[in-house]
């Protein structure tokens, strides 16, 4: 049993950077050189989308095109992994994409996904405010109709 519980740990990969050993999502986060300007870049691109997202409620066919560039930037993220792994040390000073696509599903696509929802959201919201609007329209001609032939 000592011995089980043994080779798990040593399964457990350590990162290269502060030598934590990696058994959750938020010890992989914080196992990331933050300070790298390319991570950086990204993390300033995130703040950019959010903005857009944010922006955009006010303009619906500019929201939709927000949305699409959105969820092709997350549609192309395995192949971002792929390229970014054969590519690493041109820009990095650690290899942090896997095969699997963790470290690019965490940091990349997630907070855009994130902003796909919000701009879901909102595109729920108008529609049950105009649906609301829609049956407050209708309730009102059914009563001045109502009135009106009350009247005739």
């Known amino acids: 049993m000592t011995q089980q519980k043994t080779d798990n740990i040593s399964s457990v990969p ?6 934590l050993r990696i058994t959750s999502i938020w010890t992989f986060l914080m196992s990331v ?3 790298e300007p390319w991570l950086i870049g990204l993390i ?3 703040v950019v989308c959010l903005f857009l997202t944010v922006v955009s409620c006010r303009y619906y066919r500019a929201q939709i095109c927000h949305f ?11 192949y971002l992994n792929e390229l970014a792994a054969m590519n690493w040390k041109a820009f990095s000073n650690f290899q942090y994409f896997d095969s699997k696509g963790m470290f690019i599903s965490l940091v990349y ?6 902003n796909a929802i919000i701009i879901v959201m909102v595109w729920v919201h108008r529609t ?5 609007e829609l049956k407050t329209l ?10 009106r032939d009350k009247n005739d």
């Open 14 to 19: 350590i990162d290269g950077f502060s030598n």
């Open 33 to 35: 050189q933050w300070s």
């Open 44 to 46: 300033v691109f995130h």
């Open 68 to 78: 699409l560039l959105i969820v092709s930037l997350v549609y192309s993220a395995e």
């Open 109 to 114: 696509s997630v907070p855009l996904l994130l």
């Open 128 to 132: 049950f405010s105009t649906m609301t």
């Open 138 to 147: 209708q309730l009102k001609r059914k009563a001045r109709r109502e009135k």
